[in-house]
């Protein structure tokens, strides 16, 4: 069947060359356009080019046609939906080709936002893409329109994109299928899925029940409760490390509260004369049966200065840190400013990392992150492991810590510096603020005497990923106070550029696709 598509693409393409008044379409010719979905057109040289393209497509992605019935060819040749502009095709064509590829979210995004749909020749490459990225399924479907509804139903591998359905009954269904059937019922019906589950737990494989776990950690609610405190008891460490991770992520679980009553015992704030508080710490010096269930390992040692401290770290990053702000009385900045006091602040700060990163804390993830940025001159500090903060940041709390860090910073950003890891890492969108503070720091870095191209070589990164995430209306801002004069400025011309040019893509492309 691919061998005809490819046959009869050739055979198109050598009569668009010759002209139709040399070659005439064969009777075959038109039967495959067709079967196309592409009924006979007045203009024959349209009807051609249109049929290329398309063949050129399926080619691409290895689609194989259908004979469409009656019907189908009716039904996708009627549909009247308003697709994007050929300017936006032609973006489009120039993101898929790779010169500007990560910019297809963004080209999604805003497809969607202004109720257009895909070109119907850029499917079949776009559904195979899908198939291998969920992230990117889940912007694709908005724009596809009913044409390209149709069109997944006609190939095996597309239709697994779609809505799964399962039929099979709970107890007869195989484990792939009754995670499925657990994670739709939870959503509809939270009380019946617990009781589908507990059901069939004790018959379950010890992956399995974690499979499950994870997949009720998705729609995490206070009914789970009760049988994950069951599960504090089971044999296998794998499902009572996992219940413990639920049941800390739970607002005001009982684990949470017995945990911090644990840790009142051991500490004592202290006042002291013309000083700040300052909190002391006892360790644990037994570890008995309750905190063992309640995930206490006795024999781990993942923070510094021993076993009883590793218990101590241990505890406090299963309390959520919102606690910690009540207890005291403080905001989560002083909080973490008593913790650093302490004999033990290295410790409590890392736990505390732990602790907001298991939460998702936002105003913890600032204090954090900033304390991490203001410190990393200090030597105390340098261990200091921050970047599971990085993840998945919040827009708002990216830019604050981002901003906060740039207003802070004299000269180059060290390459190994949190501020710099930040932005490299971090997928948020910068706010105009920040885009300009760290423009204008590269800029004054170029233009200085002192510079060496190789310096800066951490910024080409930055560069590269603030050509996706700053505001493309800022181009034209940005493209002036370059130092060309520099006697390094041929070592950074091309990056640059690329930086410009990406933006100048995205300011059109975003402009076409608001057109009506």
Same mark, same amino acid.
């Not at 089971?234 to 005001?252: G, I, M, N, S, W």
């Given at each position: 069947m691919k061998q005809k598509t490819m046959d009869l693409e050739k055979e198109l393409v050598?009569?668009?060359?010759?002209?139709?008044?040399?070659?005439?379409?064969s009777d075959e010719c038109k039967t495959g356009l067709d079967n196309l979905g592409l009924p006979e057109a007045e203009n024959s040289e349209d009807w051609i080019l249109k049929g290329a393209a398309i063949l050129s497509q399926m080619n691409r992605a290895d689609f194989k046609p259908i004979q469409l019935s009656?019907?189908?060819?009716?039904?996708?040749?009627?549909?009247?939906?308003?697709?994007?502009?050929?300017?936006?095709?032609?973006?489009?064509?120039?993101?898929?080709?790779?010169a500007f590829e990560n910019a297809l979210p963004e080209f999604l995004f805003?497809?969607?936002?202004?109720?257009?749909?895909?070109?119907?020749?850029?499917?079949?490459?776009?559904?195979?893409l899908s198939l291998?990225?969920?992230?990117?399924?889940?912007?694709?479907?908005?724009s596809i329109g009913k044409r390209g509804g149709w069109l997944i139903h006609q190939n095996p591998d597309w239709e697994r994109l779609t809505e799964r359905t399962v039929n099979t009954p709970w107890d007869e269904a195989s484990n792939d299928e009754r995670l499925f059937i657990f994670e739709k019922t939870r959503k509809k019906n939270p009380t019946k899925a617990l009781e589908m589950l507990r059901e069939t737990w004790s018959s379950e494989s010890v992956n399995q029940k974690v499979r499950f776990l994870k997949v009720l950690d998705k729609s995490l609610k206070k009914d789970a409760e009760p049988f994950l405190?069951?599960? /504090?008891?089971? &044999?296998?460490?794998?499902?009572?490390?996992?219940?413990?991770? =639920?049941?800390? %992520? $739970?607002?005001?679980?009982?684990?949470?509260?017995?945990?911090?009553?644990?840790?009142?015992?051991?500490?004592? /704030?202290?006042? &002291?004369?013309?000083?700040?508080?300052?909190?002391?710490?006892? =360790?644990?010096? %037994? $570890?008995?049966?309750?905190?063992?269930?309640d995930g206490i390992d006795p024999r781990v040692q993942w923070f510094k200065g021993g076993v009883k401290a590793s218990r101590l770290g241990q505890m406090v990053a299963l309390i959520p840190p919102k606690m910690w702000a009540e207890h005291f009385k403080m905001t989560?900045?002083?909080?973490?400013?008593?913790?650093?006091r302490s004999d033990w602040g290295e410790l409590l700060i890392q736990a505390m990392v732990e602790a907001t990163f298991l939460h998702k804390n936002k105003e913890w993830t600032r204090a954090l992150l900033s304390f991490r940025i203001s410190s990393s001159d200090r030597q105390r500090w340098q261990s200091l492991?921050?970047?599971?903060?990085?993840?998945?940041?919040?827009?708002?709390?990216?830019?604050?810590?981002?901003?906060k860090g740039m207003k802070n910073t004299e000269g180059l950003l060290e390459e190994n510096s949190p501020i710099t890891q930040l932005l490299k890492t971090s997928a948020s969108l910068w706010q105009d603020e920040l885009t300009m503070l760290v423009v204008k720091n590269l800029q004054d870095w170029l233009a200085g005497e002192s510079s060496r191209y190789w310096n800066g070589w951490h910024y080409r990164t930055i560069l590269k990923k603030a050509a996706y995430t700053c505001n493309p209306l800022l181009h034209d801002k940005l493209s002036n106070n370059w130092p060309e004069e520099s006697r390094i400025w041929s070592s950074w011309e091309r990056e640059i550029e690329e930086f410009l040019s990406t933006l100048f893509f995205r300011k059109k492309m975003i402009k076409a696709l608001s057109i009506s």
């Open positions: 050598r009569i668009a060359l010759v002209g139709t008044q040399r070659s005439p379409l009656v019907n189908d060819k009716v039904e996708a040749t009627l549909l009247d939906e308003k697709v994007c502009s050929p300017t936006s095709i032609k973006h489009l064509y120039m993101i898929v080709d790779g805003n497809l969607a936002k202004h109720k257009k749909c895909l070109p119907p020749e850029t499917l079949p490459h776009l559904l195979d291998t990225s969920s992230e990117l399924w889940g912007q694709l479907k908005k405190e069951e599960l /504090l008891d089971a &044999r296998r460490k794998e499902v009572r490390r996992t219940a413990v991770q =639920l049941l800390a %992520k $739970l607002p005001d679980s009982s684990l949470s509260n017995r945990m911090f009553e644990r840790m009142k015992g051991l500490m004592t /704030l202290k006042k &002291r004369n013309h000083k700040k508080e300052k909190l002391e710490i006892k =360790l644990p010096e %037994k $570890l008995g049966n309750d905190m063992i269930r989560p900045e002083e909080v973490v400013e008593l913790f650093v492991n921050v970047s599971r903060l990085m993840d998945d940041l919040p827009d708002d709390v990216f830019n604050a810590v981002a901003i």
